[in-house]
């Protein structure tokens, strides 16, 4: 069965330090696909990015970037010079190729506090 | 902006009662999803509907049950609510024309209170 962990239930740092937020997953699928999203104070759930699992490329986006590392099952998100609006919950999600578009599994969460 | 549409945003109702949440898809996608975020629970995964057929069934109460239309929006209904019905429920839906590892898109969410 597929599993996603975050170790991380709540991180805070101070504005402008980096920060990494680990993802652990566990499937027995070959291909797989893992995503990021964001869910800030107000609520929405916010897309941030798609992996698929023969894709180990690691991937930067502005202040992001993911590592993702199939020998470790690891889909790590760091966030470089963090600022204030990048608190927010992040959840790391698991969807599965099997026979279509299965549902994603969403880990815990993380909830990141970046102090002014 | 997601293109994912829910309402109602905010919801109060009392124990017993029965709601209904609507979700309208992003123009295209064929794939409708209903999850539930609780405090306890976190991001649970209801149940799937792809191109009005029942795809896929995760934790759903039997008193709760959707549908999706065959202009693609859906529907979630919850009878007999209880206090610990009282969730954030997201619609989100993906375009899943053949194509597997689809995006799945979030509307902002319908916030449940039952008193």
């Known amino acids: 069965a597929q599993k996603v962990t975050q170790a991380q239930t709540e991180i805070s740092v101070v504005e402008k330090e980096d920060v990494t937020l680990d993802c652990v997953y566990e499937?027995?699928?070959?291909?797989?696909?893992l995503f990021w999203y964001k869910q800030p104070p107000s609520g929405e759930l916010v897309f941030l990015i798609r992996r698929n699992s023969f894709d180990e490329q690691n991937e930067i986006s502005g202040r992001y970037s993911w590592n993702f590392q199939k020998s470790t099952s690891s889909f790590n998100f760091t966030i470089t010079a963090s600022q204030v609006v990048d608190s927010a919950v992040y959840f790391c999600a698991l969807s599965e190729a099997g026979s279509g578009n299965t549902p994603l599994v969403f880990g815990k969460g993380t909830r990141l506090s970046v102090i002014a | 902006d997601s293109g994912v549409t829910q309402t109602p945003k905010h919801l109060i109702t009392a124990t017993g009662q029965r709601v209904t949440l609507r979700c309208s898809p992003r123009?295209?996608?064929?794939?409708v999803y209903w999850y539930q975020q609780s405090l306890d629970q976190g991001l649970q995964f209801l149940i799937q509907?792809?191109?009005?057929?029942?795809?896929a069934k995760g934790n759903i109460l039997e008193r709760f049950s959707a549908q999706q239309f065959p202009d693609l929006h859906s529907e979630l209904n919850l009878s007999s609510l209880e206090l610990g019905d009282s969730a954030l429920y997201f619609c989100?839906?993906?375009?899943?024309?053949?194509?597997?590892?689809?995006?799945?898109?979030f509307g902002e969410g319908s916030w449940l209170t039952v008193v």
């Open positions: 509907y792809y191109n009005g057929e029942e795809r």
């Open positions: 499937t027995r699928d070959t291909t797989y696909y």
């Open positions: 123009s295209g996608d064929l794939s």
């Open positions: 989100a839906s993906s375009v899943d024309r053949g194509l597997v590892g689809n995006t799945i898109y």
